[in-house]
């Protein structure tokens, strides 16, 4: 079982949508990371969360510390939005761990 | 430009050879990493580096060398190259060990092993 888990793995929206992408993990955590891989391969940087919400644009980003929870969500999703979005951990012994991604498709 | 540029961006080479993979950043991070995306696209983190001294170094195979001789240059040496060697390599920076403001990713070099 993997120490982080997210779902759904493959999403489908309608332009204009809200879309949330959660992640929950197993571990102790120092941060949890929010990635974006683009179709053509490059990886983007969203959020890093210790605590709380942070907010960048049309991306909001939550973290339950004792929950063990994080969701990612997208309001008025756009085409271009499409990506894979990872969540990835910061472990408290400095190990890293990551989900598997969560495929997203905004259709126009 | 402001960046982190890996080389080559790809890179086809037979089974038992030996390559490098160079990173370089201009940002003025201290902490630069290694990653592997195998092809289920699954991210693992291979080392790290701060400040020029290891303080990540995961479990892969010792055919794996990273050096680092300043903290703007982590490049990653693989001997006897094998056909599971094969994934998209991405080098990554942080400000710091903590990456309160996340990371720069590369562009990933695609390593393909024949």
């Known amino acids: 079982k993997n120490e982080v888990e997210q779902s759904p793995q493959n999403l489908t929206a309608q332009e204009g949508e809200f879309i949330t992408i959660n992640c929950s993990y197993s571990?102790?955590?120092?941060?949890l990371h929010w990635l974006q891989q683009h179709p053509g391969g490059g990886i983007v940087s969203l959020f890093m969360?210790?605590?709380g919400k942070k907010k960048h644009g049309r991306l909001i980003a939550t973290i339950n510390i004792q929950e063990k929870h994080s969701s990612l969500h997208i309001t008025a999703s756009h085409p271009r939005d499409s990506a894979v979005y990872i969540c990835?951990?910061?472990?408290?012994?400095?190990?890293?761990?990551f989900g598997t991604g969560t495929s997203l498709t905004v259709i126009p | 430009d402001t960046a982190v540029s890996q080389t080559p961006k790809y890179l086809v080479t037979q089974m038992g050879n030996d390559k490098s993979i160079k990173c370089e950043q201009n940002?003025?991070?201290?902490?630069m990493y290694w990653y592997k995306q195998d092809s289920k696209k699954f991210l693992k983190i291979m080392f790290s580096y701060n400040n020029k001294e290891l303080i990540i170094n995961e479990t892969v195979p010792n055919r794996f060398s990273p050096k680092s001789p300043d903290k703007a240059h982590l490049n990653l040496h693989i001997n006897s190259l094998e056909l599971g060697d094969s994934a998209v390599y991405f080098c990554a920076s942080s400000q710091d060990q903590q990456a309160f403001y996340g990371y720069t990713f590369g562009s990933g070099t695609r390593l393909t092993v024949v």
């Open positions: 990835a951990v910061r472990a408290n012994g400095n190990q890293f761990y």
């Open positions: 969360l210790s605590s």
């Open positions: 940002l003025g991070h201290d902490t």
């Open positions: 571990v102790g955590i120092s941060a």
